[in-house]
C-alpha cells in the first residue's frame, strides 16, 4: 500500500527535499568561513537588533547542534547554535538576526505568525495522528476514519505551507536591518542573502511534500 502508485506523486518533493538540504548546508558552511568585517558575534547583532526595535524582553542562549536556531515565542528566548552565537561569520550574522526577525514579529503581532502559533497544537496532533488514522480507514475500508483522517492532515499541511510567509518575512526583516544599522557591508549583505535564500528552500521543500502528501490521500480516498 506505501507503494501504491499514488506515492508517485512525492518524488518530485523528495527530490527537491534532498536537493533544499544540500544546498542549505554548503552555503551555510561557505559563508562559515568569511569573516564580517565588524566582528560583530551572530548574538551581539541579534542583540543590536532587538534593542533597536526597543525589544528588551529576549534572552539570547546558545543551543547544541549545527543549524537548530530558532526563535521560542512562549519562552520569548532567541536560542543559538555555538557557531552562530558567539561566530563572527556572515553566516552567523545571517541566521541569528534572521531568529531576531521572528521575535520582532512577535513584539510587533505579525498575523501569520499569530496564526501559526494558534493553530500549533492542532497541527502537531494532525502530523502525529492523520497518516495512522487514514491509513487504519484505508486497510479496513471505513471512509469516515479516512475522511477523519484528511481533515486532520489538512490543518497540519495548512501549517506547513503557513511557515513560508513567516519565514520569509524574517529573512527580509534581518537583510534590511543589517543594511540600515550598518552591520554588514553591502557584499556582505548578498552573502547573507545567499545564506537565507538557501535556507528559506527547506521549507519551500517541507510545504511542497505537505500538499502533494495532501493530494495522495484525496486520490486515495476516491478509489473508496
Not at 541579534?46 to 524582553?57: D, P
Not at 538576526?97 to 521572528?102: L, M, N, Q, R, V
Request: include cysteine; aromatic fraction near 10%.
Amino acid at each position: 500500500m506505501l507503494w501504491d502508485s499514488t506515492f508517485l506523486l512525492l518524488i518530485p518533493a523528495m527530490a527537491f527535499a534532498l536537493y533544499a538540504q544540500n544546498k542549505v548546508k554548503s552555503t551555510y558552511r561557505k559563508y562559515l568561513e568569511v569573516p564580517s568585517a565588524r566582528g560583530l558575534t551572530g548574538a551581539e547583532a541579534a542583540g543590536q537588533l532587538l534593542n533597536a526595535a526597543g525589544v528588551g524582553n529576549v534572552r539570547i542562549e546558545t543551543v547544541a547542534g549545527e543549524l537548530t536556531d530558532h526563535y521560542d515565542p512562549r519562552a520569548r528566548k532567541l536560542c543559538l547554535s555555538e557557531a552562530n552565537y558567539g561566530g563572527t561569520s556572515v553566516s552567523a550574522l545571517g541566521v541569528a538576526c534572521h531568529e531576531a526577525g521572528h521575535a520582532l514579529q512577535h513584539a510587533g503581532g505579525y498575523g501569520p505568525l499569530e496564526l501559526r502559533q494558534n493553530i500549533f497544537p492542532i497541527a502537531s496532533f494532525g502530523s502525529k495522528l492523520a497518516m495512522p488514522l487514514f491509513f487504519v480507514g484505508f486497510l479496513f475500508s471505513y471512509p469516515v476514519l479516512m475522511d477523519i483522517g484528511i481533515v486532520v492532515y489538512l490543518v497540519a499541511a495548512f501549517f506547513t505551507v503557513l511557515t513560508l510567509p513567516v519565514e520569509f518575512d524574517a529573512s527580509k526583516r534581518a537583510v534590511t536591518l543589517l543594511n540600515r544599522h550598518g552591520i554588514v557591508t553591502p557584499e556582505e549583505s548578498g552573502h547573507v542573502k545567499a545564506v537565507l535564500n538557501a535556507a528559506a528552500l527547506t521549507y519551500v521543500a517541507a510545504a511542497l511534500m505537505a500538499v502533494l502528501q495532501l493530494v495522495r490521500l484525496i486520490a486515495m480516498r476516491g478509489r473508496r
